[in-house]
């Protein structure tokens, strides 16, 4: 369980973590997470694979100052143009056009009509991540967004998801594909950041016990934890600011790409 050698398109794939301090992250990270890196040479500078029981899970590269540091997600596709040239028709703002990765595939870069930016991939040595749903390993993509209306309709029209909307005090939706779980979407909720964006969650034995660890090395604790329906979690930012969310679920994962 846990292992992916493809992602269907329409599917998140990859995440990574642009930072101001890529040896700081090496360090918060690899103790957090017992990630052990590879760095590998890049286009523009050196590209960081983060491994898991010898199983690429996320990446990392550096950010000038001005780019500030956060996370952020790719969504596989087998035509990198044409899903880049219906994205602008749906509304979607093209950030960085189609381009090469050096040996690994083609990427593009958006700004979605609900305002989060979004990477599409294109396949080529690299489909993404080779460990998913684990403690230590990326399990989850979801939407901040005040315009959930406008993602639903982008996101339906460019891969086919079906959102459903689910009850609650906010307005939340889940995504799908077919019989796939793709993610999850909310409004701001009071005191949250209400930038749009999409955030990724990572899977940990201890939710309490993860956020202590994250204050010990030097990161910060946005929302405490939380008993929710599937499980516990807690938002958490690393020492150089990049938020994320830390879930424990006793259920199981929550996407089924890797066949659970």
């Known amino acids: 369980m846990g292992e992916v050698e493809r992602y269907p398109e329409g599917t998140f794939c990859w995440v990574d973590l642009g930072t101001t301090d890529v040896a700081g992250a090496k360090r918060f990270y690899g103790e957090l997470f017992g990630w052990e890196f590879v760095d590998q040479p890049a286009d523009e500078g050196t590209y960081t694979l983060c491994r898991l029981r010898g199983q690429d899970v996320v990446g990392i590269h550096e950010h000038r100052e001005d780019e500030g540091t956060g996370w952020s997600s790719s969504i596989s596709v087998d035509d990198l143009e044409q899903a880049t040239s219906r994205a602008r028709e749906l509304g979607a703002a093209v950030l960085a056009e189609p381009f090469d990765v050096s040996g690994a595939g083609r990427s593009s870069v958006l700004r979605d009509p609900a305002g989060a930016v979004v990477s599409l991939w294109q396949a080529g040595g690299h489909a993404g991540a080779k460990l998913v749903n684990e403690v230590g390993a990326w399990g989850w993509n979801e939407l901040v ?103 424990h679920a006793p259920g199981g994962a929550f996407r089924g790409v890797d066949g659970s």
């Not at 079906?162 to 009071?190: N, Q």
């Not at 938002?235 to 990049?242: F, H, K, M, N, S």
Request: charged share 15%; aromatic share 8%; glycine share 16%.
């Open 145 to 247: 967004s005040a315009d959930l209306e406008a993602a639903k309709g982008f996101y339906g029209g460019l891969f086919g998801w079906s959102a459903g909307d689910v009850p609650g005090p906010i307005p939340r939706t889940s995504f799908t594909l077919g019989d796939l779980l793709i993610g999850g979407g909310h409004a701001p909720t009071p005191g949250e950041d209400p930038s749009p964006r999409w955030t990724v969650s990572f899977g940990v034995g201890d939710t309490d016990q993860a956020a202590a660890e994250v204050q010990r090395l030097g990161g910060t604790t946005l929302l405490p934890p939380m008993d929710v329906p599937v499980g516990r979690f807690t938002i958490v930012a690393d020492p150089q600011g990049a938020a994320f969310t830390a879930t």
